[in-house]
Every structure is written in structure tokens, then in C-alpha cells.
């Protein structure tokens, strides 16, 4: 057998083997490595109140474990045997099950901490408002799609948006700021990057102006939170209590971290320490080198999400990728800075990383959707350049 450097080099042809063929293949590499730290994070960070209030270490790892799979199925159902083009047939139905979700929440759904945001479906249980962030983006892909194919700038008034802010204040009432936020924040991003009226954007800037405040004094408590931002030790024990005890436990991670299920703050310590704020757990455990190998995943997911979305081939795939992208990271980002003390504490998800069925479900959907909309921009470029 000729040995590998007898063998005769083409001209461009490399001797260096990628990771991956494509920006598919990278995408679906990182959510696979993301979802895998996740469901350890998860168990380590739970199996202590699991144990105190379920009798079993392994209660949320179980029920994360039913999520991961039925979603692994969905993400292989939509990724490889779809078009992402179909979706928007479905959206009537998807937009309506959704509403009714949201109205059923406020109606039936069990209050915990003074909100509702579940629904109950026998032994687990729903978040349509995680749902809503994945609907909304998809609404505003198929608007701005047709103004990218007539050259014409977005406007805030179109039948859309119409749909969208209901699915916006339905999910303030529950009350849930940071998700509503989400829900309405992402289409409007959606809609400056791809060109706003220049009227219409200082309309918007008038209205987050008003409207953020707003929200922020109608509830007592978010206005507390805010303040106490800048100074969380000055209310250690009470309003800032979790962000120092999130601080305390990043810092103390150092390095290397702790150690695997070793972390302290789950003890007790820190509240909601596998949902919300699993990353402090997680910086405890791996130290500074298990949180910059997380931050790397994201950016790598960020650069790999972009070239899906450049290289779509109609405007819908290049604006539904987009929007896709800025959900999954503007969350990663959010939920970073609210753990790491630089911004208030509102309760959004760490995607892959914070324990939650629903938020997990539409993030591994969302996932899907964007290597779909790569395949078959990858199978079209084939096609016509006769391979």
C-alpha cells in the first residue's frame, strides 16, 4: 500500500482533517456536546434537593432525560426528513394552540412564587411562554421575508406584529418579564437588522423608553431588583440574595472548579441552582476553564449560525436562521449576565445548560429548524452545480 505521503495531493486538496464537513455538522456537534454538559450539570446541581423532596437523586435528571429524548426525536424528525419551507402552513394551528396555552395558564395553571407559567399535563407539565419565543420569531421570518423580496423596509404596524403582542402580554400577566421580553424583543432586533423605517425606529426607541420602565414599576418587586443591581450585598439577605450567592459560587470555582457534584451552593445555598442559575453551579464545579469552554461552545455556535443564515437560499431561511440565532444566544448572553451579577435576575434559561422540559423541547426545535434550513441550502448548491 503507498504510504499516505506517496499518495498525490490535487491541487487545493488538504492533508488536514476537519471536525466536520459543514456548518451543519458543526452546529449539530455543539448542541449534542451543550446538551451533554447539560443533562451532567442538570443531575449534579439537583440530585440534593431531589433526594430532600422527592426521595430520589435522580427526579429531575429522570424527567430531563424524557425532554432530551422526545427532543433528540423531534430535533432528527425536523433537521433531516423536512423543509422548513412546510412550517409556515402549520402556523395558523401552532399560533392558535399557543394563545389557547397561554390563556390556560392564567386560568387553570397552579401559582408558584406569586406567578403562573405552567401548564399541568398529568405528570409534567408545560411552559407555553417558552413556546411563544419560538412562534414569534417565526411569525416575523415570514413578514420580513416579503420585504426582502420587495426591497422594502419593516414597519412596527403589520398583521404580525398584531399576533405577536398578545402572545406578549399574555405572558406579562403571568407575570413573566424576562420571557415577555423575549417574545417582543427578538422580532423588533429582527426587524432593525433587516432595515426598520427610519420614523418607525424612533418610534421604537420612544416606546422602550416608556415601556421598559413601565414594566419595571408595575411590579414593586423588579423595581427592588434593579436597584439592588449595582449593589447586591447591600440587601445580602433579602432582594440580593441570589446574585451574591451566584457570585460566591463562581468565584469560588477558581480555576478548575471544585470538582463534579462536589459544588457547595446547592446545598441550600443557592436557590433555583439547576434552573436559572445552573451556570454558577456549573463555574463552581469546572472553574474558569469549564465556563470558557462553555462561552467558546456558544461563540462557535454564533459563527457557525451565521454562515448557515448567509448561505440560505431565499430570504425566509436567512431571516428564520437569524431570528433562530439571536433566541438561542441573546438567551445564552442574558442568562450570563444575570448569574454573573451585571444584570437584574429575570428568570431567563440558560439553553442546554438550566434544567427546564419545555424551554429544552423549543430549543432543541429551534436547533433543528437551523441545520434544516443548512441542508438543504447545502442539497440546492449541489444540485445546480451538477454533483
Given at each position: 500500500m503507498p504510504r499516505r505521503s506517496d499518495i498525490p495531493i490535487k491541487s487545493g486538496e488538504t492533508l488536514h482533517k476537519k471536525f466536520w464537513n459543514n456548518d451543519t455538522e458543526a452546529v449539530i456537534g455543539i448542541v449534542?456536546?451543550?446538551?451533554?454538559?447539560?443533562?451532567?450539570?442538570?443531575?449534579?446541581?439537583?440530585?440534593?434537593?431531589?433526594?430532600?423532596?422527592?426521595?430520589?437523586?435522580y427526579f429531575f435528571l429522570k424527567k430531563h432525560a424524557i425532554f432530551a429524548v422526545v427532543g433528540l426525536i423531534i430535533f432528527c424528525g425536523i433537521?433531516?426528513?423536512?423543509?422548513?419551507?412546510?412550517?409556515?402552513?402549520?402556523?395558523?394551528?401552532?399560533?392558535?394552540?399557543t394563545i389557547l396555552a397561554l390563556l390556560a395558564v392564567?386560568?387553570?395553571?397552579p401559582a408558584v412564587n406569586g406567578a403562573k407559567r405552567w401548564l399541568p399535563l398529568g405528570p409534567i407539565q408545560m411552559q407555553p411562554a417558552e413556546i411563544a419565543k419560538l412562534v414569534s420569531i417565526m411569525i416575523t421570518s415570514a413578514y420580513l421575508a416579503q420585504c426582502v423580496n420587495r426591497n422594502e423596509n419593516a414597519t412596527l404596524f403589520n398583521p404580525q406584529m398584531a399576533l405577536i403582542v398578545p402572545l406578549f402580554v399574555l405572558t406579562e400577566l403571568e407575570p413573566d418579564m424576562g420571557t415577555a421580553c423575549i417574545i417582543l424583543g427578538v422580532p423588533l432586533f429582527m426587524m432593525l437588522v433587516v432595515g426598520l423605517k427610519k420614523e418607525h425606529i424612533q418610534m421604537l426607541a420612544g416606546l422602550i423608553l416608556v415601556g421598559v420602565p413601565l414594566m419595571v414599576i408595575l411590579q414593586p418587586y423588579r423595581l427592588q431588583r434593579v436597584m439592588v443591581?449595582?449593589?447586591?450585598?447591600?440587601?445580602?439577605?433579602?432582594?440580593?440574595?441570589?446574585?451574591?450567592?451566584?457570585?460566591?459560587?463562581?468565584?469560588?470555582?477558581?480555576?478548575?472548579?471544585?470538582g463534579l457534584g462536589v459544588g457547595v451552593s446547592k446545598y441550600d445555598y443557592l436557590p433555583e441552582a439547576h434552573t436559572d442559575f445552573a451556570f454558577?453551579?456549573?463555574?463552581?464545579?469546572?472553574?474558569?476553564?469549564?465556563?470558557l469552554f462553555v462561552f467558546l461552545l456558544y461563540a462557535a455556535l454564533i459563527v457557525y449560525g451565521a454562515r448557515i443564515a448567509n448561505k440560505a437560499v431565499d430570504a425566509?431561511?436567512?431571516?428564520?436562521?437569524?431570528?433562530?440565532?439571536?433566541?438561542?444566544?441573546?438567551?445564552?448572553?442574558?442568562?450570563?449576565?444575570?448569574?454573573?451579577?451585571?444584570?437584574?435576575?429575570?428568570?431567563?434559561?440558560?439553553?442546554?445548560?438550566?434544567y427546564g422540559g419545555t424551554s429544552l423541547l423549543v430549543s432543541l426545535t429551534a436547533m433543528a429548524i437551523l441545520v434544516n434550513i443548512g441542508k438543504i441550502s447545502d442539497e440546492y448548491r449541489r444540485k445546480h452545480r451538477g454533483e
Open positions: 449534542l456536546v451543550l446538551l451533554v454538559l447539560g443533562s451532567i450539570n442538570v443531575f449534579s446541581s439537583s440530585f440534593i434537593l431531589a433526594e430532600a423532596d422527592y426521595g430520589t437523586p433537521a433531516f426528513f423536512m423543509d422548513y419551507h412546510k412550517i409556515r402552513s402549520w402556523m395558523p394551528f401552532i399560533l392558535g394552540f392564567l386560568v387553570i395553571g443591581t449595582w449593589d447586591p450585598w447591600s440587601d445580602a439577605q433579602n432582594i440580593g440574595y441570589q446574585t451574591v450567592q451566584s457570585l460566591s459560587a463562581i468565584g469560588s470555582g477558581e480555576l478548575w472548579g471544585m454558577a453551579i456549573f463555574c463552581q464545579e469546572n472553574g474558569f476553564v469549564g465556563a425566509y431561511g436567512q431571516v428564520l436562521a437569524m431570528g433562530i440565532l439571536l433566541l438561542i444566544t441573546g438567551q445564552a448572553i442574558a442568562n450570563l449576565l444575570m448569574v454573573s451579577g451585571t444584570f437584574p435576575v429575570v428568570g431567563v434559561p440558560l439553553p442546554f445548560i438550566s
